[in-house]
């Protein structure tokens, strides 16, 4: 796992001494990502800099080293990620005469672009990747990105340099670099947490959507161009369902997911795998242990406060699966001291809670191993968010029900106060009962009245009309709202799925993972959404997915056969931190200071006038507006080291 930057100036105005010094620069900003070594090649004739931050992983040696030739010198490589099925297409390449130095994937994929060319090596790859390939005959750099968007990538043209980088914090340093804010961009950060692909958080800089290949030259300008797409992978899953008894179905789920994991524990250096004690998570860690001749190293971290801790479930699963097992439990003061730290980490604003214990078990894990499996990915490709089964519920409301009668249904909920259904609910057994019920039921009396597609859209987001408070914004278009997409998915489940895997999964969970593991210099591994899994993942009916109201059945009966049932039945926790309570509390100066009125008005970009209201509602213990509020803080402790 490394870092890549670097950029093109197809004017060649640099000097070759200035390259070099610009492309060390550009490398040694990712040394976080790349600890091992950072090191650049330049080349002033085709005015091309490309920086490397190296985390060694496989080949330790100087013949894996970056950026990387091919043997005929033609191609010039830096990339970040793995590449599973290196052994074979090494194989592949040997018997058409090529040779290897050393036993890296990243040789074999340059020699593989000497031979099948760019983009047929990209379509052979298992694995993932972020790279940035320079074809020294044509003068033509190519960015490449993973299918699901597991590795990142940032570009812009500004003054006519293309600039590319895994992070923003390398774009900031190429000359002609220009950081203005994208209030759209911004709106729709507001709405969701994230900024959706194919924005970024500065006007002019996009990230590379996944599954895609940009091509960028002095005389064809910027091109990009699908080379797999999950559109495609559903339109083909459903041509050609499995219509086969669920032991069958059982058998070939298992058979690739075990491959999938069995591929990812190749490594020159210590490996383990992230706990959690759920379904995904002990998944992984079963096939992962089934595989090794001795007990893997499995890491949790747990908190104090029961109704956040998953720990306990971790250790249990570990006992069971006999692994060697860490956990780490966190303190309130050991959580909070990783916040100042986040707009540095996440690069643009990012406001998903859960980042702050994925730091943690990175951090933790980072003492013991350099690379570590995690389970990301389950809940989107076998159907095991919550929200699904609430999605389904409104999408028969909305065909069965006229709107006045849900309006009516809605006002009826909204009747009682989020405190009230609170204590309805506490008469619910603990282990049924979810968190926040009354927050979420008046989430479900705000979606109700809603027609069309724009149901889900408002059931994800974190607050309908946060986008409104980012003075001269509009709302942006984005892949959540197209009407295509829903008239291309005519069932329910699937279309929810299919949103969730295109926009939430890379844009949030795998953003997330990403930079939180790469902050400590950790590889993680994400094997439930290798591309296999996925493309059989579409081929299964929704009665492999969801049954008796319970979603991820398939994946459960793989996971039964390694753990008990009983160890793992429970209520959905996710991986969250008591973030409510710790902004009436120990974060309670923290956020005054950044939520202060008339700093805000000052700023010019957001109206502080709702912004007080929910605060000063959610200090008094009146409603919990925890998400939109930690929305408001990211951005401003952001905005304050990157724009004041």
């Given at each position: 796992?490394?870092?890549?930057?670097?950029?093109?100036?197809?004017?060649?105005?640099?000097?070759?001494?200035?390259?070099?010094?610009?492309?060390?620069?550009?490398?040694?900003?990712?040394?976080?990502?790349?600890?091992?070594?950072?090191?650049?090649?330049?080349?002033?004739?085709?005015?091309?800099?490309?920086?490397?931050?190296?985390?060694?992983?496989?080949?330790?040696?100087?013949?894996?080293?970056?950026?990387?030739?091919?043997?005929?010198?033609?191609?010039?490589?830096?990339?970040?990620?793995?590449?599973y099925?290196?052994?074979?297409?090494?194989?592949?390449?040997?018997?058409?005469?090529?040779?290897?130095?050393?036993?890296?994937?990243?040789?074999?994929?340059?020699?593989?672009?000497?031979?099948?060319?760019?983009?047929?090596?990209?379509?052979?790859?298992?694995?993932m990747?972020?790279?940035?390939?320079?074809?020294?005959?044509?003068?033509?750099?190519?960015?490449?990105?993973?299918?699901?968007?597991?590795?990142?990538?940032?570009?812009?043209?500004?003054?006519?340099?293309?600039?590319?980088?895994?992070?923003?914090?390398?774009?900031?340093?190429?000359?002609?670099?220009?950081?203005?804010?994208?209030?759209d961009?911004?709106?729709?950060y507001?709405?969701?947490?994230?900024?959706?692909?194919?924005?970024?958080?500065?006007?002019?800089?996009?990230?590379?959507?996944?599954?895609?290949?940009?091509?960028?030259?002095?005389?064809?300008g910027?091109?990009?161009?699908?080379?797999?797409?999950?559109?495609?992978?559903?339109?083909?899953?459903?041509?050609?369902?499995?219509?086969?008894?669920?032991?069958?179905?059982?058998?070939?789920?298992?058979?690739?997911?075990?491959?999938?994991?069995?591929?990812?524990?190749?490594?020159?250096?210590?490996?383990?795998?992230?706990?959690?004690?759920?379904?995904d998570?002990?998944?992984?860690?079963?096939?992962?242990?089934?595989?090794?001749?001795?007990?893997?190293?499995?890491?949790?971290?747990?908190?104090?406060e029961?109704?956040?801790?998953?720990?306990?479930?971790a250790?249990?699963?570990?006992?069971?699966?006999?692994?060697?097992?860490?956990?780490?439990?966190?303190?309130?003061?050991?959580?909070?001291?990783?916040?100042?730290?986040?707009?540095?980490?996440?690069?643009?604003?990012?406001a998903?809670?859960?980042?702050?214990?994925?730091?943690?078990?990175?951090?933790?894990?980072?003492?013991?191993?350099?690379?570590?499996?995690?389970?990301?990915?389950?809940?989107?490709?076998?159907?095991?968010?919550?929200?699904?089964?609430?999605?389904?519920?409104?999408?028969?409301?909305?065909?069965?029900l006229?709107?006045?009668?849900?309006?009516?249904?809605?006002?009826?909920?909204?009747?009682?106060?989020?405190?009230?259904?609170?204590?309805?609910?506490?008469m619910?057994?603990?282990?049924m009962?979810?968190?926040?019920?009354?927050?979420?039921?008046h989430?479900?009396?705000?979606?109700?009245?809603?027609?069309?597609?724009?149901?889900?859209?408002?059931?994800?987001?974190?607050?309908?009309?946060?986008?409104s408070?980012?003075?001269?914004?509009?709302?942006?278009?984005?892949l959540?709202?197209?009407?295509?997409?829903?008239?291309?998915?005519?069932?329910?489940?699937?279309?929810?799925?299919?949103?969730?895997t295109?926009?939430?999964?890379?844009?949030?969970?795998?953003?997330?993972?990403?930079?939180?593991?790469?902050?400590v210099?950790?590889?993680?591994?994400?094997?439930?959404?290798?591309?296999?899994?996925?493309?059989?993942?579409?081929?299964?009916?929704?009665?492999?997915?969801?049954?008796d109201?319970?979603?991820?059945?398939?994946?459960?009966?793989?996971?039964?056969?390694?753990?008990?049932?009983?160890?793992?039945?429970?209520?959905?926790?996710?991986?969250?931190?008591?973030?409510?309570?710790?902004?009436?509390?120990?974060?309670?100066?923290?956020?005054?200071?950044?939520?202060?009125?008339?700093?805000l008005?000052?700023?010019?970009?957001?109206?502080?006038?709702?912004i007080a209201?929910?605060?000063?509602?959610?200090?008094?213990?009146?409603?919990?507006?925890?998400?939109?509020?930690?929305?408001?803080?990211?951005?401003?402790?952001?905005?304050?080291?990157?724009?004041?």
């Open positions: 796992m490394c870092g890549i930057a670097g950029f093109v100036d197809i004017r060649r105005r640099l000097a070759q001494a200035e390259l070099d010094r610009l492309a060390l620069m550009l490398a040694r900003s990712l040394s976080h990502r790349g600890p091992d070594a950072q090191t650049a090649w330049t080349d002033a004739e085709g005015g091309v800099a490309l920086g490397h931050a190296r985390l060694s992983i496989v080949d330790l040696s100087p013949t894996g080293a970056q950026p990387m030739h091919s043997s005929c010198g033609r191609f010039v490589v830096s990339y970040n990620g793995e590449v099925n290196a052994p074979e297409l090494r194989a592949e390449l040997e018997a058409s005469g090529r040779r290897f130095r050393g036993h890296s994937d990243t040789e074999v994929m340059v020699e593989g672009f000497a031979v099948w060319g760019v983009e047929q090596t990209v379509r052979r790859l298992i694995g990747f972020a790279f940035a390939v320079w074809d020294r005959r044509d003068r033509r750099l190519t960015l490449v990105r993973d299918r699901l968007g597991i590795k990142p990538v940032y570009w812009g043209v500004f003054d006519n340099r293309l600039m590319f980088a895994s992070e923003l914090k390398s774009l900031r340093l190429v000359p002609g670099w220009q950081g203005v804010l994208d209030r961009a911004l709106a729709a507001m709405r969701f947490g994230y900024v959706p692909a194919p924005g970024s958080i500065y006007q002019g800089v996009r990230k590379l959507m996944p599954g895609t290949l940009l091509e960028y030259s002095a005389e064809g910027v091109r990009e161009r699908t080379y797999w797409s999950l559109s495609d992978v559903a339109d083909a899953g459903d041509r050609d369902q499995l219509d086969v008894p669920d032991e069958e179905a059982e058998r070939l789920l298992e058979d690739v997911l075990t491959d999938s994991v069995k591929r990812r524990l190749v490594a020159d250096v210590p490996l383990g795998m992230f706990l959690s004690g759920g379904v998570s002990s998944t992984v860690a079963a096939l992962m242990q089934s595989v090794s001749s001795s007990p893997i190293r499995t890491f949790s971290i747990g908190f104090h029961q109704s956040f801790d998953e720990a306990q479930h250790k249990q699963v570990a006992s069971h699966l006999g692994t060697n097992h860490e956990e780490f439990y966190v303190t309130p003061a050991e959580a909070q001291a990783v916040i100042p730290n986040l707009p540095t980490i996440y690069d643009e604003p990012f998903d809670s859960s980042q702050i214990p994925t730091f943690l078990v990175s951090q933790m894990t980072r003492r013991h191993v350099t690379v570590a499996l995690s389970g990301d990915g389950g809940d989107e490709l076998f159907a095991g968010y919550n929200r699904y089964n609430t999605g389904l519920r409104l999408a028969k409301a909305i065909r069965t006229p709107r006045p009668a849900r309006s009516a249904a809605a006002a009826g909920i909204r009747a009682l106060s989020p405190q009230a259904w609170d204590c309805v609910f506490a619910v057994p603990s282990r009962r979810p968190r926040n019920p009354g927050d979420k039921m989430k479900f009396a705000n979606v109700l009245p809603e027609d069309g597609t724009g149901y889900y859209r408002h059931l994800i987001s974190q607050w309908d009309g946060a986008w408070i980012v003075r001269g914004a509009r709302e942006p278009a984005h959540l709202a197209d009407p295509t997409i829903r008239a291309r998915f005519p069932d329910d489940l699937a279309w929810m799925q299919f949103l969730d295109i926009t939430y999964l890379p844009d949030d969970i795998l953003t997330k993972v990403d930079r939180a593991s790469m902050a210099s950790l590889e993680a591994r994400v094997p439930l959404i290798d591309h296999r899994v996925v493309e059989l993942a579409w081929r299964l009916p929704a009665r492999f997915k969801v049954r109201g319970k979603g991820k059945w398939l994946l459960r009966q793989v996971l039964y056969k390694h753990v008990p049932k009983a160890l793992i039945e429970r209520p959905k926790m996710g991986f969250a931190v008591p973030v409510d309570m710790w902004l009436r509390g120990p974060l309670r100066a923290w956020a005054d200071d950044l939520l202060d009125a008339a700093a008005r000052q700023a010019g970009i957001l109206d502080p006038a709702p209201q929910k605060w000063n509602e959610h200090k008094s213990g009146r409603r919990n507006w925890q998400q939109f509020l930690w929305n408001v803080l990211m951005f401003e402790a952001w905005r304050r080291q990157y724009l004041a």
